[in-house]
């Protein structure tokens, strides 16, 4: 199962925000995207998520064209996405927030249900068991019966991620899962990726923290003015002068590139906090 990017191109009124690009995620492996603000990053996720159209060229998988299909489509494919920022609903408790997500048929009462409530009886408490679990992979149990909306901003990231999960999805898309978290979060939040990747499953992670991007993703894309300036492994991304010139505008190293990327971190923390 591969997700494949074919020519792809988004355009907002003559605004070109995604130019001919071209690649493709396997699975198994935990993809980073990386780039400056406004490279088109978060465009590429709502494109695969199919909040947004494609302009041109295609999105697939394993064959079968996704873009031009309609968002329920998509999710039911198997594409799940985080937000770039949170989109939780807050009057709902954290449990109930992962509930809604299971796909409508497993909801739906077949007769066997009507006829036989015990039966649906089983079904829900197994629903709910399988989202506890999910509440418990993110030690977010306590949690269980709060409303989203009360949840510290740490635990509402991870809610936000557990929900992603409950289809179990072939694709994950994370849109800045590390945005506003402190330092021991986004450690725990490093632990906790590494433990879903699978063998079976596409995870494309848009992050500006570097630490977390280079321990954590096998192969990483960089986004430049909507164009794939580069691809490869960590240690590829890098080496590359092409990066660094991206990111700061001249060619320097590492260190530089994750201030750069620190000085974008400190300001969506000051947003967070401002909203929770
Ligand atoms: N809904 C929209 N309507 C019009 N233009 C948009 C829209 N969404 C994004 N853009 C534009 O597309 C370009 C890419 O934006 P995008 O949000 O994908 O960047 P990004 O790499 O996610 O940036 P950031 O790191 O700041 O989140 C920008 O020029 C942005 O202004
Ligand atoms: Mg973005």
């Known amino acids: 199962m591969t997700l494949v990017f074919e020519n792809l191109r988004k355009q907002?009124?003559?605004?070109?925000?995604?130019d001919d690009v071209s690649t493709h995620f396997e699975p198994g492996m935990i993809h980073g995207v990386i780039g400056p603000n406004g490279a088109g990053?978060?465009?590429?996720?709502?494109?695969?998520?199919?909040?947004?159209?494609?302009?041109a060229g295609s999105i697939s998988l394993d064959n079968r064209r996704l873009s031009g299909l309609k968002k329920y489509q998509i999710a039911n494919a198997g594409i799940a996405r985080t937000y770039q920022n949170i989109r939780l609903f807050d009057q709902m408790t954290a449990l109930e927030n992962l509930?809604?997500?299971?796909?409508?048929?497993?909801?739906?009462?077949?007769?066997?249900e009507v006829l036989w409530p015990p039966f649906a009886a089983r079904?829900?408490?197994r629903r709910r068991e399988a989202c506890m679990q999910l509440l418990s992979f993110f030690n977010l149990q306590a949690y269980a019966n709060a409303e989203a909306g009360s949840l510290p901003y740490g635990r509402q990231r991870m809610l936000e991620i557990a929900r992603a999960l409950?289809?179990?999805?072939?694709?994950?898309l994370l849109d800045e899962p590390a945005a506003g978290l402190n330092h021991h979060e986004t450690?725990?939040?490093?632990?906790?990726?590494?433990?879903?990747r699978s063998p079976e499953r596409v995870m494309i992670i848009v992050e500006h923290d570097m630490?977390?991007?280079m321990t954590l993703c096998d192969r990483i894309v960089v986004m430049h003015h909507g164009k794939l300036l580069f691809q490869g492994t960590p240690a590829e991304v890098q080496a590359s002068s092409d990066v660094q010139l991206a990111y700061l505008g001249t060619a320097n190293d590492i260190d530089d590139i994750k201030a750069a990327a620190q000085d974008r971190r400190a300001q969506l923390g000051i947003r967070a906090r401002r909203r929770s």
């Open 187 to 196: 450690a725990e939040l490093t632990a906790k990726l590494a433990e879903l």
């Open 12 to 18: 907002y009124g003559n605004n070109v925000a995604i």
């Open 166 to 172: 409950v289809t179990n999805p072939r694709v994950l």
């Open 123 to 125: 079904k829900e408490a």
């Open 41 to 55: 990053k978060s465009t590429l996720i709502n494109m695969t998520a199919g909040s947004y159209s494609v302009s």
């Open 211 to 213: 630490d977390l991007v």
């Open 99 to 112: 509930e809604v997500c299971f796909y409508p048929q497993e909801v739906a009462q077949t007769w066997k």
